[in-house]
């Protein structure tokens, strides 16, 4: 079983200022893992996404994530934040068998705010 | 074109009806899921089926019955509805979910 604990249920930030988003996970096995953004009243949107090699991954919106194995972590970072980027941002993961083949459900986290002030 | 759409939006009904959403990908994916978000945000996965087939189906109660009449659509009927049903309920697509699951834009619904 997986399961995920974003460490910030609200993050404030002033509008070109850097954000980061916090993001851990536990699992007996091997994890891909996700960020998806939720705009108010809209479904869910991929942003990136680890699956192997480079622990930097680039998404999309000028987001990046770094996975760190060793302190179970994927935080999503952007270096200018936009006012449109204020939003709900939910990591996920699925674990993985020894094949590479994912079990196929999500196990998400309980989502944090972000909202850039002007 | 929206990928994946779901039908109604918003849906206020009373408990004890039975209601049901409606879903469909014109992604050509095989595998299609209901989640369901509360009121605190946290999202659950119900259901999964891959080409109809029912493949994951967590605790859910027996009230609420997934039917995939193809691999493009997957409804989620609901019995006897209670408060606690009050949801956002999202279905989604994937092809393959190491290439992410794409999620509609949800249905609220509201149990009064």
């Known amino acids: 079983a997986q399961s995920v604990t974003q460490l910030d249920s609200q993050v404030p930030v002033f509008e070109e200022a850097p954000v980061e988003l916090r993001c851990n996970y536990s699992?007996?096995?091997?994890?891909?893992l996700f960020w998806y953004v939720q705009y108010p009243n809209q479904g869910l949107q991929l942003l990136l996404k680890?699956?192997?090699?480079?622990?930097l991954v680039k998404g999309i919106n000028g987001f990046e994530a770094e996975f760190n194995k060793s302190q179970t972590s994927f935080h999503l970072r952007k270096p200018s934040v936009h006012i449109s980027d204020t939003a709900e941002y939910f990591c996920a993961v699925s674990g993985v068998n020894a094949g590479g083949t994912s079990y196929g459900k999500l196990t998400f986290g309980q989502g944090t705010i972000l909202t850039v002030h002007p | 074109d929206t990928a994946v759409s779901q039908t109604p939006k918003y849906l206020v009904t009373q408990m004890g009806n039975d209601k049901s959403i409606k879903c469909e990908q014109n992604?050509?994916?095989?595998?299609m899921y209901w989640y369901k978000q509360d009121s605190k945000k946290f999202l659950k996965i119900m259901f999964s089926?891959?080409?109809?087939?029912?493949?994951i189906n967590e605790t859910v109660p027996n009230r609420f019955s997934p039917k995939s009449p193809d691999k493009a659509h997957l409804n989620l009927h609901i019995n006897s509805l209670e408060l606690g049903d009050s949801a956002v309920y999202f279905c989604?697509?994937?092809?393959?979910?190491?290439?992410?699951?794409?999620f509609g834009e949800g249905s609220w619904l509201t149990v009064v």
């Open positions: 992604l050509g994916h095989d595998t």
């Open positions: 699992s007996s096995v091997s994890v891909y």
């Open positions: 089926y891959n080409n109809k087939e029912l493949i």
């Open positions: 989604a697509s994937s092809q393959d979910s190491t290439l992410g699951i794409y």
């Open positions: 680890y699956l192997s090699g480079s622990t």
